[in-house]
């Protein structure tokens, strides 16, 4: 099981970024998808989560209405599409499965300042 993120990057207040995750070494459209991030100094928090069809999306109170997370099952690819970033979303951004598998990837920094 591998995951590959990127499209993290520096950006200002109110900006926007596109994360992209790449799947590989299971059956992508079978399970959920999740987007963690972990800022430093604190632990790893779930910030959007979408069904293995793409049918349903949960977000917590923090990013609901700027976050958009969709997943595109014949590329085994999930995306995170952050909205109006403020500085508190910086973190490193990864994504697993639900279960979660034990192996994560490398993450994607994303650090919002201006």
């Known amino acids: 099981v591998q995951f590959v993120e990127s499209g993290g990057g520096l950006v200002q207040p109110g900006r926007s970024l596109r994360l992209v995750c790449a799947a590989s070494?299971?059956?992508?459209?079978?399970?959920?998808m999740t987007w963690y991030r972990q800022a430093p100094g604190k632990e790893r928090e779930a910030v959007a989560t979408?069904?293995?069809?793409?049918?349903?999306?949960t977000y917590p109170s923090s990013v609901k209405g700027r976050f958009i997370i969709s997943r595109d099952n014949t590329k085994d690819a999930v995306y995170l599409q952050m909205n109006s970033l403020k500085p508190e979303d910086t973190a490193v951004y990864y994504c697993?499965?639900?279960?979660?598998?034990?192996?994560w990837g490398q993450g994607t920094q994303v650090t919002v300042s201006s």
């Open positions: 979408i069904t293995s069809s793409g049918s349903f999306t």
């Open positions: 070494g299971f059956t992508f459209s079978r399970y959920e």
């Open positions: 697993n499965a639900r279960p979660l598998f034990p192996s």
